[in-house]
């Protein structure tokens, strides 16, 4: 899967960003200081960003932005949904731009990157010069409930595991019953119920279940994220009016977008995509045939890369 990426790069420079009196966010840059800009949104919320996501990108011709959001990866605090809401990243965003003295930039989005990625641009069209959109997730509430439950038509002996790990009394609202050991503050109840909710996420992203990314999944540093923003996130509507992001879509219609989504993504079904893509019939939708969710499977990470030297190339997308 790596081969079909940009080598491997490394931060020129990074730091640290107070954002408040609770929240640190990590930072970094890679490539070219003088070129495009571009900012990688991670997933999750709380997935955080890998040395990965920095070879979407041809290094010589952008100026690659990548940060781990509130409470992910190596922001800290780590797993904290305090001060946490859509508005809160998107502020985040602006305040990064203007510290870099950023003008406008390529926003590229998977999965709630995707999400983010619109409310931002929504928020500030001006800052943006287009989209790169991946694995769509609107955070409607059929979608929060197709998650949490409807997964299960697809996965249903992980799912068995996921309602498992709740009370049997609580299994009729799973999201809220996961919320109540989520948001505890003692490790010893939140840390098996984020495992859980993260193995179960894990276990779905590929078309084909991969081993190494469900034991990394359920690892501490990515569980802790994982779990407790997921279920912040989908419990509040990711802190936005119900289908704003669709309702909202004429605000950034003028920009080139292209929309990335694998036929067999059972974590963000493509309904979403076409969705979007019907509401914004300016952007381009590619439909990858034999893929699920994950960014790096094969035909998937092949239409990034395409998408992103598109618009080196051209400023737009075919």
Known sequence: MSDLLFPDIQPHRSGRL??????????EECGNPDGVPVLFLHGG??????????RFFDPAHYRIVLFDQRGAGQSTPLGEYRNNTTAHLIADIEVLRQMLDVQQWLVFGGSWGSTLALAYGEAHPEACLGFILRGIFLCTKAEVDWFVNGIGHFYP?????FVAQVPEAGRGNLLEAYSQQLFNDDPAVYLPAARAWSRYEGSC???EPQSSTIAQFETDAVCTSLG??????MRYGAFMDEDQLVQQVGKIRHLPAVIIQGRYDVICPPKSAYRL??????STLH?????????MEPGTATAL??????????????
Not at 277 to 282: D, G, K, S, V
């Open 18 to 27: 107070a954002v408040d009196d609770v929240h640190t966010l990590y930072w």
């Open 45 to 54: 919320p709380g997935g955080g960003t890998s040395p990965m996501h920095r």
């Open 157 to 161: 002996e992980v799912h068995a595991e």
């Open 205 to 207: 992203l590929f078309l």
């Open 228 to 233: 407790r923003l997921e279920a912040h996130y």
């Open 277 to 282: 893509h019907q509401a914004w019939p300016e």
């Open 287 to 295: 439909i990858i045939p034999d893929a699920g969710h994950a960014a």
């Open 305 to 318: 890369m395409k998408a992103t030297e598109e618009f080196k190339l051209q400023g737009k997308f075919s």
